[in-house]
């Protein structure tokens, strides 16, 4: 029987929303070579996935973050997810800014919350090192608001993101993972046994990996 950590990840597969190249590596924004990339914005464009992964961001927030009064998501691409989560469950929504706006009302945080110990979870589609991730935890603490965790769909599981949440004390879920995710590619046969070597030696060591 598979579980729902791996079904996410077929489906992930499955619409190419990852991709995996250990012998052409894909370059991050950070510089870092990497043999995979995700890109979780194209799930958007398949309803049937699209309505799956809300369904099991809405599972996981009903069981493990029951106590949360309101929902935010992560600006861009955990905008929507968080947006259809918070339908879904009938709470509230805002979302955050990488900054705050340099007009208007100057606002980072967009969405009507009540700071006095209001609990959110953050809503994310990806996380990598984490740092960004929890920069909005910051900004959200800052406000007012107590941070009660944060879920996302699919997750690199590096040690120092793991530290790094611990350290701000961050619950943290992820739909599916990079462990689950390599397994089930060796499974169908997406990457053969050297190709395995090469995606396991990276998530050991990704900012130092050159392909």
Same mark, same amino acid.
């Given at each position: 029987m598979k579980t729902n950590e791996t079904v996410v990840a077929e489906k992930l597969l499955q619409i190419e929303a990852i991709k995996l190249r250990p012998d052409q590596p894909f370059t991050w924004a950070s510089g870092w070579k990497s043999p995979i990339y995700c890109d979780n914005r194209k799930t958007l464009g398949f309803p049937y996935v699209r309505d799956f992964i809300k369904s099991e961001l809405c599972n996981v927030i009903f069981s493990e973050f029951g106590e949360a009064d309101t929902l935010a998501g992560v600006a861009t691409a955990g905008i #929507?997810? $968080? *947006?259809?989560? #918070?339908?879904? %469950?009938? +709470?509230?929504?805002?979302? /955050?800014?990488?900054?705050?706006? =340099?007009?208007?009302?100057?606002?980072?945080?967009? $969405?009507?919350?009540? *700071?006095?110990? &209001?609990?959110? %979870? /953050?809503?994310? =589609? @990806?996380?990598?090192?984490?740092?960004?991730? +929890? &920069?909005?935890?910051?900004?959200?603490?800052? #406000?007012?608001l107590d941070v009660i965790g944060m879920v996302a769909i699919f997750t690199y599981g590096f040690p120092e993101a793991t530290a790094a949440f611990e350290a701000a004390g961050v619950r943290f879920? *992820? +739909?599916?993972?990079?462990?689950?995710?390599?397994? +089930?590619?060796?499974?169908? $046969? /997406? /990457?053969? *046994? =050297?190709?395995?070597?090469?995606? @396991? =030696?990276?998530?050991?060591?990704?900012? &130092?990996? &050159?392909?």
């Open positions: #929507a997810w $968080g *947006a259809m989560a #918070a339908d879904q %469950l009938k +709470l509230p929504y805002m979302y /955050v800014r990488p900054k705050p706006k =340099d007009h208007g009302m100057g606002n980072q945080i967009e $969405g009507a919350f009540e *700071a006095a110990g &209001q609990k959110v %979870l /953050v809503i994310e =589609d @990806l996380v990598s090192t984490g740092k960004s991730s +929890l &920069q909005v935890v910051e900004v959200l603490r800052k #406000a007012g879920q *992820a +739909l599916t993972n990079y462990s689950t995710l390599i397994s +089930l590619a060796i499974e169908k $046969g /997406v /990457v053969n *046994a =050297d190709q395995e070597a090469v995606l @396991l =030696d990276w998530s050991q060591r990704p900012s &130092q990996w &050159q392909g």
